[in-house]
T-cell receptor
Framework: DTAVSQTPKYLVTQMGNDKSIKCEQNLGHDTMYWYKQDSKKFLKIMFSYNNKELIINETVPNRFSPKSPDKAHLNLHINSLELGDSAVYFC????????????FGPGTRLTVT | GDSVTQMEGPVTLSEEAFLTINCTYTATGYPSLFWYVQYPGEGLQLLLKATKADDKGSNKGFEATYRKETTSFHLEKGSVQVSDSAVYFCALSDRGYQKVTFGTGTKLQVIP
């Protein structure tokens, strides 16, 4: 059973388009995250939700909008895609009140042309 | 704020060599410390962790000891294999901030 899954695995699109990435976890965790990893492997946190409530919102353009319909799902919608948005996006989950050990999904490689 | 500093890579070693990847941290509270590994084309996965001073985390032959006095959590392995080639991330979590802070990652390449 996959613990944290993301769809799609690859996403190729043109500048100006709108796209979404979906994430689901079956670990029973109450906290989920979105990270962006650039070509140099640098990992940057974007958002975090705890029980559907936004708790971390780092400096991210307003074109990025997360949505959490329930605590097992966290989706990322990106409007007006730009070349600089090309990266690998990782979803992760953890349990609040613990040491926040992160469980990562396999990643979505977004390429904007 | 919290931060993690780890040695820059890439690190290239011959098979069976000794590995050390340095990691130091700054934190306002009493953090838990982690090493994550990312194999090519995959997501990060936990390699080992330590939650209090002098704890040693270990897994798959890798070890790291939580040193509060030097604010360090260096990763070591006595004999690396080609299959250990990956990117290694040092990280800390601070319950007050409800998030994990990652280092910049160190790429390890092991050659036969």
């Amino acid at each position: 059973d996959t613990a944290v899954s993301q769809t799609p695995k690859y996403l190729v699109t043109q500048m100006g388009n709108d796209k979404s990435i979906k994430c689901e976890q079956n670990l029973g965790h109450d906290t989920m995250y979105w990270y962006k990893q650039d070509s140099k492997k640098f990992l940057k946190i974007m958002f975090s939700y705890n029980n559907k409530e936004l708790i971390i919102n780092e400096t991210v353009p307003n074109r990025f909008s997360p949505k959490s319909p329930d605590k097992a799902h966290l989706n990322l919608h990106i409007n007006s895609l730009e070349l600089g948005d090309s990266a690998v996006y990782f979803c992760a989950s953890s349990q609040a009140g613990t040491d926040y050990e992160q469980y990562f999904g396999p990643g979505t490689r977004l390429t904007v042309t | 704020g919290d931060s993690v500093t780890q040695m820059e890579g890439p690190v290239t070693l011959s098979e069976e060599a000794f590995l050390t990847i340095n990691c130091t941290y700054t934190a306002t509270g009493y953090p838990s410390l982690f090493w994550y590994v990312q194999y090519p084309g995959e997501g990060l996965q936990l390699l080992l962790k330590a939650t209090k001073a002098d704890d040693k985390g270990s897994n798959k032959g890798f070890e790291a000891t939580y040193r509060k006095e030097t604010t360090s959590f260096h990763l070591e392995k006595g004999s690396v294999q080609v299959s250990d080639s990956a990117v290694y991330f040092c990280a800390l979590s601070d319950r007050g901030y409800q998030k994990v802070t990652f280092g910049t990652g160190t790429k390890l390449q092991v050659i036969p």
